[in-house]
């Protein structure tokens, strides 16, 4: 057995079935006059008929694939729309001239900006967004009958920012900086950027009521909850302004604020700010939001593959989360106990989980969740005790993002193995103090363990693979 070759031919199975193609393929079908969507549960109808003006609102890093299957199913039907997606790393190109040309001849707009720290062009997309929504309101009131389909994908968060009156660019931004170095989780990131938002937690269906619209998801966080994906723009918000400043008190961030943020989660409290809507509120009445795509999809289809591939198999699940450092010891503990005692599983043997991790960072390395959770995989594995040290090269482990970016860097992940482990010894590359830099990315580099898939088009999270042959 290749390990590696098949811990990515496994992977990849995995992201293929969620990749944006497959997935509206799978959830929207059209007759020439009424489009239908559906999420597994439920069948949405739609005459197109009925509509003067069908919209497209687009964000994600999915956004571009979403996008263009969207406009290739219902061609002229569409009148114009705005896509956001996530500016290329360093001279890369993040849309291809055909799909921007085929988005332009239908008046839809590209438009590249930053993840995971929102930049400029994020706020350049917002307001784009926001005034597409605006102008369907207008003219729903005037007596146009509208319809916007709304394609949102993880990474949105960022993409698209649109600060709340008296917020800069800039102090929304050094909050998310502050959130993700200290290992917020998304669920806790995405709250506060919900309360500093006008267009977060519900506010962009605000924007858009009293006009119809269709919002198809595909989610990137633990639990699929669609309040937090993307910031959850079209849906109720459970969230209060008790919950943002509880997460400041939490990671001791109160005196690190910016003064303007600081000042409207105090007005917040105070009742001078309202909350975000909630249940119930008129702004939901006239849009549908469908979860159409998950992490769970990714990890049972890697499972199917992995059982080709001759694996015994055991998936944990689709809720990792944690310090990603941590979890990789359990992983490295599970494969101790398979060489050991054949236990959960006789080799060959698969363990497959997926979910999203955290990184604290107390270093100034360079890296992301995925490859930081290999790293702390090597150094459990050059740890390994005497008894089973010799059988090292019978492991792999691999976490990798399924959108194919883990952090600022160009890898989806990286490979934990013998291999790795042998090179960085005969290079005097220490694992345990790359990690605590948190600089993983240099030392797979360094190691030849990157995976690098490029950009795969969705995002539904990380998925790891465990084998032992």
């Not at 600060?163 to 806790?188: F, M, Q, W």
């Not at 220490?430 to 993983?440: R, T």
Request: charged residues 25%; aromatic residues 6%; glycine residues 10%.
């Amino acid at each position: 057995m290749d390990l590696r070759a098949d811990a990515k031919a496994i992977f990849m199975a995995g992201v293929d079935r969620v990749i944006p193609d497959r997935l509206l393929s799978w959830a929207l079908s059209y007759d020439g006059r009424v489009l239908k969507a559906y999420d597994g549960k439920t069948s949405r109808y739609y005459d197109l008929e009925q509509y003067e003006r069908i919209l497209l609102a687009a964000f994600g890093k999915a956004s571009v694939p979403m996008a263009v299957h969207l406009v290739s199913l219902l061609e002229d039907r569409i009148s114009e729309g705005v896509v956001v997606t996530k500016a290329p790393e360093g001279s890369g190109m993040a849309v291809e001239p055909w799909a921007r040309d085929l988005l332009a001849a239908r008046s839809v707009r590209v438009m590249e900006a930053g993840h995971p720290v929102p930049d400029s062009r994020s706020v350049a997309a917002g307001k784009e967004l926001n005034s597409l929504a605006h102008r369907a309101s207008e003219w729903q009131k005037r007596g146009s009958r509208v319809l916007m389909v709304v394609l949102i994908s993880g990474g949105g968060s960022a993409l698209v920012s649109c600060p709340a009156d008296g917020i800069s660019p800039e102090d929304k931004s050094a909050v998310t900086r502050l959130l993700l170095a200290c290992g917020a989780s998304i669920h806790e990131l995405n709250t506060v950027r919900k309360h500093l938002s006008s267009f977060k937690g519900g506010l962009f269906a605000r924007s858009l009521f009293p006009a119809e619209g269709l919002a198809l998801v595909l989610s990137d966080v633990i639990d699929d909850d669609l309040d937090v994906i993307a910031s959850g723009p079209t849906v109720p918000d459970r969230s209060t302004w008790a919950d943002t400043a509880a997460i400041f008190q939490r990671y001791n961030l109160e005196e690190a604020i910016p003064e303007s943020i600081a000042s409207r989660i105090r007005d917040g409290l105070a009742g001078k700010i309202p909350e975000t809507p909630k249940p119930g509120d008129p702004a939901f009445e006239s849009l549908n939001t469908m979860l159409i795509g998950t992490n769970y999809h990714a990890i049972i289809e890697a499972e199917k593959k992995a059982q080709e591939l001759g694996y015994r198999t055991l998936v944990l699940g689709t809720q990792l989360s944690g310090e990603a450092r941590e979890i990789a010891r359990v992983f490295s503990g599970a494969a101790k106990d398979i060489l050991r005692h054949g236990l959960p599983l006789s080799p060959p043997a698969c363990i497959i989980a997926g979910g999203e991790t955290t990184v604290t960072v107390r270093g100034r390395g360079r890296g992301g969740r995925n490859q930081e959770m290999a790293l702390s995989f090597v150094e459990a594995l050059q740890k390994f005790p005497a008894g089973i040290a010799d059988q090292r090269e019978r492991i792999l482990f691999l976490s990798a993002g399924t959108d194919g970016n883990d952090g600022p860097t160009d890898a989806a992940g990286a490979f934990a193995d013998a291999s790795v482990l042998r090179t960085a010894m005969d290079r005097s590359l220490n694992p345990a103090q790359y990690l605590a830099d948190n600089n993983s990315h240099a030392f797979f580099d360094a190691t030849g363990g990157l995976l690098r898939t490029g950009p795969t088009g969705t995002n539904v999270c990380d998925i790891q693979i465990l084998l032992v042959r």
